[in-house]
């Protein structure tokens, strides 16, 4: 079976695991406080041009994005969120764990857009009995979404002008950041992401890494005591080094944009041989995320071969469906998959 279902289904690229075998005989300072976190995050601030940005290195997803909530609001604060975003839909209520309401916004292909966020900003802001209501106090998004889209540059400084005018924090989920940046098109780097939010995540775990997450806040004012809060919600890894290592490993030689920029590359092959046989998209991804409409003996068929991600039943006989390439994706699996969508769908 050849798996396009998520990407992360495979251990960690071979210069990570090379690295790792190399200082394995090597000892370090505990939680994130050694030689490797300090090299990681320099490497990564030479493509933020924000030196005065924290960056932390964490395990996982859904523990950076419940932890960086916990650290930013007080117990009354809300965070805007589409309702598809992943802390509404993927973490078991991890947000609303820590005490906190999120406020869902209908949204567009998983994007929600400066208007709405200023409405709902404009709802509190006019309520005359304001605590009786929880006080929006964050905006959250991902970038990419969960179905594959990409904020614009003029759609992410919309969003970042609204919440200043607000005073609320921008948090950036980038779980698969490499792919949104390595979209064509992508019109956003690193550096705008810094320059336009208050906090944001660069993910490792999908992205070539063993396990792990980056963490860069920006905003002075949530850098304060964030080391506390990581230990406290069991955030702080005692052999920090290791996820240190992996990321100055990815991003020291820009081996990070290289492996997912490939991926991209595959996705939009897959892309272009579901469109030229007539295999509708259900979203419109430029990343490695690609949403299809497949008959039920298309989806019949190719589940006798590949492994890929039911999403939602369409009518009687068609469903969606997920295809995802990754860092690991082998040219060979995805020509495979053209052929069979060629020759057999």
């Not at 006080?135 to 959250?140: A, S, T």
């Not at 320059?195 to 396990?211: E, H, N, P, Q, Y």
Request: glycine share 6%; charged share 20%; net charge negative.
């Amino acid at each position: 079976m050849i798996r396009f279902n998520n990407d992360y289904n495979h251990g960690a690229h071979p210069a990570i695991l090379e690295a790792l075998t190399k200082t394995n005989n090597e000892s370090y300072g505990g939680y994130g406080l050694d030689f490797w976190c300090e090299k990681a995050s320099n490497e990564i601030k030479k493509y933020l041009d924000c030196p005065q940005a924290a960056i932390h290195f964490l395990l996982g997803g859904t523990q950076v994005n419940y932890t960086v909530i916990a650290a930013a609001l007080r117990p009354f604060h809300s965070v805007i969120c589409a309702d598809t975003g992943h802390i509404n839909v993927h973490e078991t209520g991890a947000v609303e764990n820590t005490g906190h309401k999120i406020q869902a916004l209908p949204s567009t292909d998983g994007k929600i857009t400066a208007a709405q966020i200023k409405e709902e900003a404009q709802l509190y802001a006019s309520c005359e009995i304001k605590e009786h209501f929880t006080k929006p106090k964050m905006v959250y998004v991902s970038f990419p979404t969960e179905y594959g889209t990409i904020y614009s540059k003029q759609e992410l400084e919309e969003i970042h002008k609204v919440c200043q005018e607000y005073g609320l924090y921008l948090f950036i989920d980038g779980a698969r950041m490499g792919y949104g940046l390595a979209a064509t098109a992508n019109d956003i780097s690193l550096k705008d992401v810094a320059r336009l939010c208050d906090v944001f995540s660069i993910g490792g775990t999908k992205c070539g890494a063993l396990f792990g997450e980056a963490v860069v806040i920006t905003n002075p004012y949530l850098q304060e005591d964030f080391r506390s809060y990581m230990k406290q919600n069991g955030a702080m890894l005692a052999k920090g080094w290791l996820l240190g290592i992996q990321f100055a490993t990815l991003f020291q030689d820009g081996l990070y944009f290289q492996i997912t920029q490939k991926a991209v590359e595959y996705a939009m092959q897959m892309k272009q041989a579901f469109y030229e046989n007539g295999i509708p998209s259900y979203i419109d991804s430029p990343t490695n995320q690609q949403f299809v409409i497949l008959s039920t003996k298309q989806y019949e068929y190719l589940s006798n071969k590949y492994i890929f991600e039911f999403d939602r039943k369409i009518d009687e006989d068609h469903v969606s469906v997920r295809f995802c390439t990754s860092w690991s994706t082998k040219p060979e699996e995805v020509d495979a998959l053209i052929n069979d969508i060629k020759n057999n769908l």
